[in-house]
């Protein structure tokens, strides 16, 4: 831990007074409700970067006997239980800290939230080539319960979709079926 304090630039706070800003180290910013933003604004706050890219605010803490721990600060927000994720509604916006794009999850519920992995050659979640055919598919559990061939990716996409919003409901990530 640094024995000085890291610099932060100064936050304009926005004129909807629901909301409020927490300044991050780089520049970054996290947005919260107002109801959380006193209790928040107590500790320093960090950004860290993950390897997809994806932001998080966090804080460091003393732990007693194994040394300093990692705070992410969405956990804080919805006092998640041990064993259990906080997980992003709108996936990308991981500095939107409001209540309304937190929600808990478990490991499967999380993952269904996530979009195309990288090496995604479709470009659509759940779809990939065979041959001339594109291969819409979906397993839940181990159980496959969508694999069906289509001629081309869009309506693939569109089959993995309905699947998805069937067996995932609200943490279903859908494709943004783009027209050929």
Not at 24 to 44: F, K, N, R
Not at 49 to 72: C, D, F, M
Not at 95 to 105: E, H, K
Request: aromatic share 6%; net charge positive.
């Amino acid at each position: 831990m640094p024995s000085h304090p890291i610099e932060r630039e100064p936050v304009i706070q926005p004129q909807d007074q629901t909301i409020r800003l927490i300044p991050l180290t780089q520049g970054h910013v996290v947005i919260v409700d107002a109801i959380d933003y006193e209790c928040l604004s107590q500790w320093p706050w960090h950004v860290r970067t993950n390897k997809a890219g994806q932001s998080y605010a966090v804080r460091h803490a003393l732990a007693s006997e194994n040394g300093p721990r990692t705070i992410l600060m969405h956990r804080v927000i919805l006092n998640s239980p041990k064993g259990r994720k906080v997980d992003h509604v709108n996936r990308c916006e991981t500095l939107d800290n409001r209540r309304s794009n937190l929600r808990i999850a478990d490991n499967f519920q999380s993952a269904w939230n996530r979009g195309p992995r990288s090496n995604n050659h479709s470009g659509y979640k759940g779809v990939c080539s065979r041959g001339d055919k594109w291969l819409a598919q979906l397993r839940i559990k181990g159980r496959t319960v969508l694999r069906k061939e289509f001629t081309t990716k869009e309506a693939a996409a569109l089959a993995y979709n309905d699947a998805a919003k069937h067996y995932h409901g609200k943490f279903a990530c859908l494709n943004e079926v783009k027209q050929p």
